[in-house]
């Protein structure tokens, strides 16, 4: 068959779960949740238009507590109450024949004010965000060593909740510039108890949660359970993350005995973002560094079967797909049947958000950002 590099059957390494094929839907943020956290119907049909042909689905980030909140309309994992919802999404996405990863997080410093109803932002250290319009976003709390238990704790939570509600596995979301990696990161990060200073100490938080993430999937997980952890391997701007930082994060989480690294990148295809003349690709490094550890998810400007597969050819097992899914739900099962020609290549307006079954906050936030995801009129 053609393209048959993408659907071989993959089993990731510490759960012995099997993908069926090696795309993934990558995570993303619908905003189309109740205000109380709660998954909405209209996200349950944008869910089951794209779960039919994936190995898995990565769900929208989750917080994991209310002070962890980043987005109007995200969905919730931070009450027992939200397991029922939680439930019916996991339930949509195993009848098309995907797994399911809930992706969790804490947004730290980059809480909007409006969803924090009164309190304050944290982070690592008292350290502002400047948003792309050069304007510095309120300076957050620097946390205590009792809000880094808690949130270390609501990790282990969540993914007692996710088990409860039917997943097969949980992705901590430690990428993007939340909170985690504004742990990691040495420009946010600037404390000087034993959370932060050196590099090992950056990635004590990182370690943290994996640990209390596996402490939970041992106590409440009755079957096999997958956990992932995102990475954004490089920050731009200085002190950032670099490239070898990354490499010794993910050599320590390589040995935790976990399914997947994922990695967060713009374009798989380029190579660094903080130094021009290298052009190693990050995520190939990544899985040079961690072997047959754990696996590694590749992601980043993949739209067409011949770039999935290019992707696969340089070893990474398992590659993910974020805005082709919005513009073409069925994008795997066009390829497998042997019908590219069929596949969409940009959203229409005309034809409509109902025809690509998208939730109104995620239809508005995508064809109201020009470049970002394809459109057309
Ligand atoms: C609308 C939208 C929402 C996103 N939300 C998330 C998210 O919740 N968590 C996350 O880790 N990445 C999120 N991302 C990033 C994607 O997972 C992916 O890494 C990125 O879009 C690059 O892949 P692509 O070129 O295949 O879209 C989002 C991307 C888009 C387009």
């Given amino acids: 068959m053609k393209h048959d590099s993408l659907f071989q059957s993959f089993t990731l390494p510490a759960s012995g779960i099997q993908l069926k094929n090696r795309v993934v839907m990558a995570p993303m943020t619908n905003s189309a949740s109740h205000e109380?956290?709660?998954v909405s119907d209209d996200e349950l049909a944008y869910y089951r238009e794209r779960s039919g042909g994936v190995g898995a689905v990565i769900t929208a980030v989750a917080n994991v507590t209310e002070d962890g909140i980043g987005f109007d309309g995200e969905v919730g994992v931070y009450d027992d109450r939200h397991i029922e919802g939680l439930t019916r999404l996991a339930?949509?996405?195993?009848?098309e024949g995907a797994k399911a990863i809930l992706q969790v997080f804490h947004a730290g410093r980059l809480a909007p004010l409006h969803l924090l109803k009164g309190g304050s932002p944290?982070?690592?250290?008292a350290i502002a965000h400047t948003d792309m319009e050069g304007k510095d976003l309120p300076v957050p709390r620097e946390m205590t060593t009792e809000d880094i238990q808690r949130v270390i704790q609501a990790f282990g939570e969540a993914t007692r909740r996710a088990i409860k509600a039917g997943f097969d596995g949980i992705e901590i979301h430690g990428a993007n510039r939340y909170l985690i990696q504004q742990f990691f990161s040495p420009y946010t990060n600037r404390r000087e108890d034993q959370w932060g200073g050196s590099l090992e100490k950056r990635?004590?938080?990182p370690l943290a949660v994996v640990a209390e993430v596996k402490r939970a999937v041992k106590e409440h997980a009755q079957r096999p359970f997958i956990i992932g952890y995102r990475i954004s391997p490089e920050e731009h701007y200085e002190p950032g993350i670099t490239?070898?930082?990354?490499?010794y994060l993910v050599?320590?989480?390589a040995d935790e005995s976990i399914d997947y690294i994922h990695l967060s990148t713009m374009n798989f295809f380029e190579g660094s973002i903080r130094d021009q003349n290298d052009t190693r690709l990050p995520t190939v490094r990544v899985h040079e560094k961690v072997g047959d550890r754990v696996a590694v998810i590749g992601v980043g400007s993949i739209h067409t079967p011949e770039e999935a597969a290019r992707a696969l050819d340089?070893?990474?097992p398992l590659i993910a797909l974020g805005r082709q899914l919005l513009v073409e739900p069925h994008w795997v099962e066009k390829v497998q049947g042997g019908r590219e020609g069929e596949i969409r290549q940009a959203i229409s307006r005309q034809a409509g958000r109902e025809t690509l079954v998208m939730p109104a906050p995620l239809w508005n936030m995508v064809t109201n950002a020009p470049g970002w995801v394809p459109v057309e009129d």
């Fill in 122 to 125: 944290i982070s690592a250290s």
């Fill in 36 to 38: 109380n956290g709660d």
């Fill in 243 to 247: 490239i070898e930082d990354s490499l």
């Fill in 251 to 253: 050599d320590r989480i």
């Fill in 314 to 316: 340089t070893g990474v």
């Fill in 91 to 95: 339930d949509t996405i195993h009848a």
């Fill in 203 to 205: 990635i004590a938080f």
